[in-house]
């Protein structure tokens, strides 16, 4: 700074150029184009840039050291520079200019004068003015921060400054070579209970929700422990907004608002790419107002829209026709003037509806604010403001209530209490009890009990799925049902040249519709012991699982004893083709494989916990994940063991279904699985992927022969690197092999309750967080684990892992 003035002193222009890295203009220097800011700590970088247009320049900032996708925000993107000549400048009053031609382009609007003003570039990515003379560091005349373009920084605030009465809102860019802006915004809504909308255009198109004291009531990732970030929310008479900020220092991270897929990105840099950490929305039941007033949206149970409890569809022909926009009404009127006769029920694990009429005050706690909602006809709900430990404050909610969504997981959610008149309640509560005493029987007892439970469990489940059955046809199935004979058509007759693999179910067939798409055919066998109507409840469950790294069901064709799923063919095949093999290994680079890897993880997380039926892979192998034209990964056979049900008959012996290599032990010797199977046969993906090497499951108990025994051994000695595939040994980024070959080392510990969920999977590989030493892993050795450890491992497992028991006399 210091030598910065010194050097104006003894030069005789007015506008000084810049010469040197500096991270400040002062009000005697200009920037022109090719001359740019950068951060003390050089993180970022300032000045003129175009995205391959020559006649487009822009002033923007980005990360000074990453070399994709890095712009992070822009100053005026409605008005690009036509050639090189602008100029940027610090005018006398204090404020950044920027001319072309000598006309105005663009320039900041501080309202105060003062003497000394410098523009500075900061190392959070931040453009400020400030007053050199000025007494506080932070007092800004402007910041770019006030300002955002599509890109949230840590550090950024997004709200209101209620004094200045002026909102920040994220925008998003037109597409990523067009900074001008898109329809897509994010920003705070002030109603009493203020909320995260993220609109398109003018429209609401998905809600964070508000913040409830713990994480904005739609946003159940942003968990309060959670290793990585911490969040903020502030709300008072001056100011609303929230912000966010990484724990760890020395991480990059961003959140951007991508027009294209209308989705709010959170991105990590992991030293060579950017990695996508999650996105939202995430499912249907995020878009606002999915479905109709007065329901809760739901990926667990079909219909994916549901009256509340108490309701009744308002046109019960659309509704049933899934068309949801009419929501539903009361079944009975609420009394209102006799008080008493009113009451509420709650409902938990929910996103509580939206906000726009709403009343909130911190003062009371629950009970005053029953009581107070109770006297005032039009309160049709209410909980508590601040669910941060015991729960404290009052939001009521008037009229209908509007984009209610349920989580799968209860505690993702939050309790809802909605008022219902007297005979409602009455009805409820006997539903209740008869529940509570299933629940209770459970609680108190032993293994035994459990194993009963299942069984009823399941028996339970298959009356209520013949109830559904009965009133649901295959005609009005929403997926697409496929005539034989086009399929028959498409794979000439199944002919042996189409075959092109042979799953856990059956045979696959590639084949060609007659306007050229190409499908993969899978011909289950026949020989299954399941029902039509259960088969089809199974299939519109499993159509209705989207996401980018799940193989799309197309359709599906039942006709002449055939059952045949229909899904997009992936042009590069499976997984093991590539990384098994020393040519083609090398198509995938480590850049590539990291990527596949992150993609995998998101599939399974997907299955585990985002998607409404929870489901538990089973048989995850490289051969069981394809990868598209652009080498995305997508898995594949999902849900199949579920459509056939885990004791799938084939020549009717009871069988565990898997693949030996990929197995956990506990799955393996006693068919027990839960998710954290799932975790364990990740865990032996990631090595293979790593490693370039299959794994065999060992037939003679040899430890040492295996590649998880070879990998174990290898990490003990601290010679992990010697596991690295020699087809990525020029392009990997040592420090993330290292973590993925620890990350896999965790996720194969022997005991269930030991291994990662994939949330924490994800999160360990996208950050730099300490991990813990993996513990004892778990070979797969049918005779070193007796009974004794395995009842052990039940009481290991968190009420998280769903627990199911395939077959207990499987051995
Ligand atoms: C950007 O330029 C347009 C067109 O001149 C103007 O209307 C708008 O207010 C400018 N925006 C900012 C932030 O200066
Ligand atoms: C600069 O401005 C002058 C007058 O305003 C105009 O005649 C000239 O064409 C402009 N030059 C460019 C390169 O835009
Ligand atoms: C805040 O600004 C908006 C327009 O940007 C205006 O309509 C509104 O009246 C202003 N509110 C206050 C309190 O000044
Ligand atoms: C976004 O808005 C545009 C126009 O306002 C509309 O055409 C489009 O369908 C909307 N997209 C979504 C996903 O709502
Ligand atoms: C919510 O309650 C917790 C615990 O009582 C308190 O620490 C926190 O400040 C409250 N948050 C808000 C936003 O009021
Ligand atoms: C009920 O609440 C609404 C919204 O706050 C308010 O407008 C109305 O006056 C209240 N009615 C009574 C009877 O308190």
């Not at 105005?104 to 570039?121: H, K, M, Y």
């Amino acid at each position: 700074m210091k030598i910065v003035l010194f050097s104006a002193l003894l030069m005789p222009f007015y506008w000084l150029c810049l010469s040197g890295e500096t991270s400040s203009i002062t009000q005697s220097q200009s920037l022109s184009y090719g001359k740019t800011l950068v951060s003390p700590s050089g993180i970022f970088e300032l000045g003129f840039f175009n995205l391959g247009n020559p006649n487009k320049i822009y002033l923007g900032i980005w990360y000074k050291n990453i070399p994709l996708q890095n712009m992070v925000w822009v100053a005026n993107s409605s008005i690009p520079i036509k050639d090189s000549s602008p100029i940027l400048k610090l005018d006398s009053s204090g404020n950044l200019v920027l001319t072309h031609n000598n006309t105005i382009v663009w320039s900041t609007s501080s309202p105060e004068r003062v003497w000394n003003p410098v523009a500075e570039l900061l190392d959070s990515g931040n453009l400020v003015i400030r007053d050199e003379n000025g007494a506080k560091e932070d007092a800004y005349l402007w910041q770019s921060f006030d300002y955002p373009s599509n890109t949230m920084l840590p550090g950024m605030k997004i709200g209101w400054d209620l004094k200045r009465n002026l909102s920040t809102c994220l925008v998003a860019w037109k597409s990523d070579d067009d900074p001008t802006q898109g329809d897509l915004s994010l920003g705070i809504t002030l109603h009493p209970y203020p909320e995260v909308y993220m609109m398109n255009g003018t429209k609401k198109y998905h809600r964070l929700g508000p913040w409830n004291g713990l994480r904005f009531s739609g946003m159940p990732l942003m968990k309060p422990n959670n290793p990585i970030y911490h969040y903020e929310f502030v709300s008072n008479q001056e100011e609303v907004y929230y912000r966010w900020s990484l724990k760890q220092t020395g991480s990059i991270s961003k959140v951007v608002l991508n027009q294209a897929t209308l989705e709010r990105r959170l991105y990590v840099w992991s030293g060579k790419s950017w990695i996508l950490y999650s996105t939202m929305p995430q499912d249907n039941c995020d878009h606002y107002g999915f479905c109709g007033a007065n329901t809760y949206c739901t990926t667990s149970v079909l219909p994916m829209c549901q009256c509340l409890n108490g309701f009744k569809p308002k046109s019960p022909e659309e509704w049933n026709s899934m068309d949801w926009s009419e929501g539903c009404v009361q079944k009975h009127p609420l009394s209102c003037r006799d008080k008493l006769s009113d009451g509420f029920v709650p409902v938990d694990g929910l996103k509580v509806p939206d906000t726009k009429d709403t009343f909130v005050d911190e003062t009371i706690d629950l009970k005053q604010c029953r009581t107070k909602c109770l006297n005032n006809c039009s309160c049709m709900a209410y909980t508590n403001s601040n669910i941060s430990g015991a729960g404290s404050g009052c939001v009521m909610w008037f009229g209908d209530l509007f984009d209610i969504k349920l989580y799968p997981v209860p505690e993702n959610g939050q309790s809802l209490y909605i008022r219902l008149p007297a005979s409602e309640l009455e009805s409820i509560r006997h539903k209740r009890n008869s529940k509570i005493i299933i629940v209770t029987s459970v609680a108190a007892t032993l293994v035994v009990t459990l194993a009963i439970y299942f069984v009823c469990r399941r028996k339970f489940a298959d009356k209520s799925k013949t109830k559904e059955n009965i009133e649901s046809h295959i005609d009005d199935m929403d997926v697409p049902l496929f005539d034989l004979l086009t399929i028959i058509t498409a794979t000439n007759n199944f002919s042996l040249n189409n075959k092109i693999g042979q799953g856990g179910f059956g045979p696959v067939y590639k084949g060609e519709l007659v306007d050229r798409r190409q499908i993969a055919v899978k011909r289950l066998s026949t020989s299954s012991g399941q029902g039509i109507n259960e088969f089809t409840t199974e299939v519109k469950l499993i159509a209705k699982l989207q996401h980018r790294n799940l193989v799309k069901l197309l359709g599906c064709c039942f006709q002449e004893q055939e059952k045949l799923l229909i899904y997009e063919y992936m042009v590069n095949g499976s997984l093991d083709t590539f990384i098994f093999d020393q040519v083609k290994g090398k198509l995938l680079d480590w850049p590539r494989r990291f990527h596949v890897i992150f993609g995998i993880a998101r599939g399974l997380l997907y299955l585990h916990q985002d998607s409404r039926l929870r489901i538990i892979h089973r048989d995850l192998k490289a051969s069981n994940v394809l990868l598209d034209e652009n080498l995305n990964p997508k898995i594949s056979d999902f849900g199949t063991a579920r459509a056939f049900g885990g004791d799938q008959t084939e020549g009717n012996t009871k069988r565990v279904v898997g693949t030996y290599g990929y197995m956990a032990p506990e799955y393996a010797v006693a068919g027990l699985f839960s998710i954290k199977s799932d975790v364990f046969s990740f865990g032996i993906l990631l090595l293979e992927i790593v490693c370039g090497i299959k794994n065999k499951a060992l037939c003679d108990g040899n430890q040492t022969n295996s590649l998880v025994g070879y990998a174990w051994t290898l990490w003990k000695e601290k010679n992990a690197l010697q596991l690295i595939d020699s087809s990525i040994k020029d392009s990997c980024v040592i420090p993330e092999v290292l973590r993925c070959i620890h990350v896999s080392l965790l996720c194969l510990q022997q005991y269930p309750g030991d291994r990662p969920t994939m949330t924490s999977v994800i999160q360990m590989l996208g950050s730099e967080m300490e991990l813990v030493e993996p513990k004892e892993l778990g070979f797969f050795q049918s005779r070193t684990l007796d009974e004794g450890k395995l009842s052990f491992n039940l009481d290991l497992m968190t009420s998280n892992d769903e627990l199911t028991i395939t077959s207990l006399n499987g051995r």
